[in-house]
C-alpha cells in the first residue's frame, strides 16, 4: 500500500536553531515529492523534488530527495517565528500520473520559540 | 487571477442536513481535487475530477457527492450531513500534465452538530 511517514511528528525549537524534518514514501512508479508549508489556513507550495541528490533551496530552506533510500528531508536554518507551521510532505498516488492525487504524511508540527 | 476560491469559509449544520461546498479556479486548470483534514489524519482526498465531466472517487468518498460540469467550478455536495463529517475542507487545482504543484483554496471550516 502506498503511504507516506513524517517524523517527528511535533517539533519545538528556539529562534536560530536549525531544525531537519522527515519524509519517508513507500510508492510505486515515484515521479515526484512535494513539500508544503501550511499555517493557519490553506497549504502553500514549497518544493518539488524530482531527482536524487539535487538540493532545491529558497532562502532558509532546503530540501533534498535520496530515491535509493526513498526519503527526503526538508532543513530550516536560522528559525524564525513565522517558520511555525505544519510541513506536510506528499506524494503523487500510484497510477495516478495525470490525476492529481496525492498522498500526504500525517504532518510535522513545528513550533519556533523566540 | 483569484487562483482557487472556496465558499463558505465557515458552516455549521445539524445532521441530515444537506449542502454544496463551493469551489472555483481561474487558471484554467484541468485538474481538481477535494480534501477533508481531520487532526492526526492530514490531507485525505475525498474526489478528484480530470476535467469537465470527468470526476472519481477518492480515498473517503462516501457521503459526499461531486460534479464537474465547466472546467471552473468542481462543488462538492453533503447528502445527509454527520457528525463525522466535521472537518477542514480543502479544494485544490493543477494544471495537466507532470506532478507538480497544486494549487490549494483556502478552506471551508465545517462543524456538523
Known amino acids: 500500500e502506498d503511504k507516506v511517514v513524517q517524523s517527528p511528528l511535533s517539533l519545538v525549537v528556539h529562534e536560530g536553531d536549525t531544525v531537519t524534518l522527515n519524509c519517508s514514501y513507500e510508492v510505486t512508479n515515484f515521479r515526484s515529492l512535494l513539500w508544503y508549508k501550511q499555517e493557519k489556513k490553506a497549504p502553500t507550495f514549497l518544493f518539488m523534488l524530482t531527482s536524487s541528490g539535487i538540493e532545491k533551496k529558497s532562502g532558509r530552506l532546503s530540501s533534498i530527495l535520496d530515491k535509493k533510500e526513498l526519503f527526503s528531508i526538508l532543513n530550516i536554518t536560522a528559525t524564525q517565528t513565522g517558520d511555525s507551521a505544519v510541513y506536510l510532505c506528499?506524494?503523487?498516488?500510484?497510477?495516478?500520473?495525470?490525476?492529481?492525487?496525492?498522498?500526504f504524511g500525517q504532518g510535522t508540527t513545528l513550533q519556533v520559540k523566540p | 487571477n483569484a487562483g482557487v476560491t472556496q465558499t463558505p469559509k465557515f458552516q455549521v449544520l445539524k445532521t441530515g442536513q444537506s449542502m454544496t461546498l463551493q469551489c472555483a479556479q481561474d487558471m484554467n486548470h484541468e485538474y481538481m481535487s477535494w480534501y477533508r483534514q481531520d487532526p492526526g489524519m492530514g490531507l485525505r482526498l475525498i474526489h478528484y475530477s480530470v476535467g469537465a465531466g470527468i470526476t472519481d472517487q477518492g480515498e473517503v468518498p462516501n457521503g459526499y457527492n461531486v460534479s464537474r460540469s465547466t472546467t471552473e467550478d468542481f462543488p462538492l455536495r453533503l447528502l445527509s450531513a454527520a457528525p463525522s463529517q466535521t472537518s477542514v475542507y480543502f479544494c485544490?487545482?493543477?494544471?495537466?500534465?507532470?506532478?507538480?504543484?497544486?494549487?490549494f483554496g483556502p478552506g471551508t471550516r465545517l462543524t456538523v452538530l
Open positions: 485544490a487545482s493543477r494544471e495537466s500534465g507532470g506532478f507538480g504543484e497544486q494549487f
Open positions: 506528499a506524494v503523487p498516488r500510484r497510477g495516478s500520473s495525470n490525476t492529481g492525487k496525492l498522498i
